[in-house]
């Protein structure tokens, strides 16, 4: 059994065929698409767990397509790119991205990441259907809701971690961490961690 359906969607063939060896052999069940477009289209019938999303591609590039698919779906995305600057990483992860590796990059390290995305958002479904079922305590919903990734990070804050240490967790650069706070304190509309933690809280999502 498939331990999840991902869709990679990319404009190198040989990076394509890549991750689709490498999937199986981690046992997920993988479809491909060359261009933003397509994979828009393979999303509207195969109902992937996860997205493998390139940024630079002909046409409509991979920001645009995290855009679209943000509009009608919550699916994890990694956002796969040849593109290092922090501004890349900002527009990444604002237009609704989970997680950002860099090329060239290791395909072991992305299918770690992708078992932990995964897994994060598998337990996170599970608690909220649990807590719905159990708990008469009102939610509070975020007009911008929290990525898989940022939801990890701020557990790591609630935790007491530092920068570096939650750079080192994350096998991020202490940098994107950085960038990462930024956009959850804008999210949250806070200015600082403790005001983060607090408004967490009261949105009932920690």
């Known amino acids: 059994m498939a331990k999840g359906k991902i869709l990679v969607i990319d ?13 199986l052999q981690n046992h997920y069940e ?14 509207k019938t ?9 940024i630079r591609m002909p046409g409509m590039d991979g920001f645009e397509v ?3 698919i943000r509009e009608t779906n919550s699916v994890p ?12 990483i900002i ?7 989970d997680d950002y590796l860099t090329k060239p990059f290791d395909p072991n390290v992305l299918i770690a990441r992708i078992s932990a995305l995964l897994r994060r958002s598998n337990s996170r479904r599970n608690g909220f259907a649990a807590q719905s079922g159990e708990d008469d305590k009102p ?33 991020l650069k202490e940098s994107s961490v950085k960038v990462y706070n930024s956009i ?13 933690i607090v408004r967490a809280k009261e949105a009932n999502i920690l």
């Open 11 to 23: 404009d190198e063939q040989k990076i394509r065929d890549l991750l689709r060896l490498y999937l």
């Open 91 to 97: 527009s990444g992860l604002e237009t609704g991205g």
């Open 139 to 171: 939610v509070h919903s975020l007009v911008d809701p929290l990525s898989d990734q940022e939801l990890r990070m701020l557990e790591l804050i609630e935790k007491g971690y530092t920068n570096k240490e939650v750079a080192g967790i994350l096998n």
């Open 30 to 43: 993988p479809r491909t698409a060359k261009s933003g477009q397509e994979g828009l289209e393979v999303l």
């Open 46 to 54: 195969f109902d992937a767990d996860l997205v493998v999303l390139d």
């Open 77 to 88: 995305i990694i956002y796969l790119s040849a593109y290092q600057d922090s501004d890349a």
């Open 184 to 196: 959850i304190f804008q999210k949250l509309q806070v200015r600082n961690r403790t005001e983060a």
């Open 66 to 68: 995290c855009r679209q």
